[in-house]
């Protein structure tokens, strides 16, 4: 596993990212947003000879404490427009 993984993550993964939309609830002291992102893979990645291009939609909330806007959780929604769900993997 070790050396799958130094594979993987001994060269430069993303070449761009790009944010193609992004959606935003605000309440009184919670936040919530909606982004989706459209990453280009480095072609000098191995990953590039499945994957030139990958697009995540994820979810971020935030609280806010102290007047400062903090984030409470983080999650994938999808990845290539298919559900994930973390019990996959």
């Known amino acids: 596993m070790m050396a799958t993984c130094q594979k993987w ?3 430069p993964l993303i070449e761009k990212n790009s944010l193609l939309s992004k959606q935003l609830e605000l309440r ?3 936040a919530a947003t909606v982004l989706v992102v459209v990453t280009q893979i480095d072609p000098r990645h191995n990953i590039a000879e499945n994957f030139k291009v ?3 939609t994820s979810k971020i909330r935030f609280a806010k404490q102290n007047k400062k806007w903090q984030i409470t959780s983080a999650e994938i929604l999808m990845i290539n427009n298919q559900p ?3 019990g996959q993997f």
Request: glycine content about 0%.
């Open 9 to 11: 993550f001994s060269a």
């Open 28 to 30: 009184d002291t919670e």
């Open 54 to 56: 990958i697009q995540t």
């Open 84 to 86: 994930i769900h973390w």
